[in-house]
């Protein structure tokens, strides 16, 4: 049986819902892309933009893969996430279509797919890594599957809103961590956001942003502060902040009344780029640069 060792962390369902035909490949950025020093010792900096399909974006060899002696195993990619995306494309359909009986049914199955998201990532890989710096690969492995459920109590009791850019000329961007953290008290340079940290979905102030294809995006909120945005600390934690417990949630509530300008969605993708790893993607390059048409500061963004 063939192994499976270039492991997408992003899965080539979750992008091709960013395609806007889907014969189409994405434009793919390398935002730190590779120099190389040319003979004369002057220092290149290649290009980091390329147009790829969907199987060559946002994968790496051997992320997953577990070595046991000379034999490697691609179990977690297979079985561990072949289940997870199996149960997560159908959630995130579900969530984009307006059957609220299919909301209730995926619920669960949609929260544990994007907490795993959150956490296979490279970047959420190196978050582990960074609290159990001595673990090897195997190990590493083992603690992702045992932490890979501990948002999902806190996002499930949050307000839940589902925003559409339909109408808008520019689309959602995806990224090497599409399940993005923003609190607008934690700027980029603050030490919460310093790689591979992320401000708590804890903290009252604190908005989960999940792009769920090119039309539509989930935002997560904090119900205290979507009661009261003016809140005086933002990263003061939030009723009730314990991660793992047992919680009643109305499962069909979610709001889907706003429409997005171009403004708003430039924002939006603006977020997603200044929070990603190292790579974005999207249907049209010029997407891939928000930061031409942003002036404001991090805490305007909210």
């Not at 199996?86 to 609220?100: F, Q, T």
């Not at 998201?117 to 045992?146: A, F, V």
């Amino acid at each position: 049986m063939s192994q499976t060792r270039d492991n997408h962390y992003v899965p080539q369902w979750y992008q091709k819902g960013f395609l806007l035909k889907p014969s189409d490949k994405l434009y793919y950025l390398d935002l730190i892309p590779d120099k190389i020093t040319i003979p004369d010792g002057r220092v290149i900096t290649m290009n980091g933009l390329k147009l790829r399909a969907v199987s060559q974006c946002f994968y790496q060899t051997d992320l997953y893969s577990t070595f046991f002696g000379v034999f490697i195993n691609d179990e977690i990619e297979k079985k561990l996430f072949g289940e997870i995306d199996n149960m997560g494309s159908k959630a995130v359909r579900a969530l984009i279509g307006e059957d609220v009986s299919e909301w209730c049914a995926h619920f669960a199955d949609f929260f544990t797919y994007i907490d795993s998201q959150k956490i296979r990532t490279p970047k959420g890989l190196d978050w582990i890594r960074s609290h159990y710096p001595i673990l090897n690969q195997n190990e590493l492995m083992r603690e992702m599957q045992s932490i890979r459920n501990m948002h999902c109590t806190i996002w499930s009791e949050g307000v839940r809103e589902i925003v559409s850019a339909k109408e808008a000329s520019i689309k959602f961007i995806l990224s090497d961590h599409p399940v993005t953290i923003y609190n607008h008290a934690c700027p980029t340079d603050n030490d919460r956001c310093s790689y591979p940290n992320d401000p708590t979905i804890a903290f009252k102030g604190t908005q989960t942003i999940f792009p769920l294809d090119k039309n539509h995006c989930l935002i997560l909120t904090n119900y205290e502060y979507a009661k009261n945005p003016d809140i005086e600390n933002p990263t003061e934690k939030r009723i009730f902040a314990r991660h793992n417990r047992s919680s009643l949630v109305r499962t069909d509530k979610y709001i889907r009344t706003r429409s997005l300008s171009e403004e708003d969605v430039t924002k939006i993708n603006f977020i997603l780029k200044k929070r990603a790893s190292r790579y974005i993607a999207a249907s049209k390059k010029e997407w891939l640069y928000p930061e031409k048409d942003i002036s404001l500061n991090w805490s305007e963004l909210r």
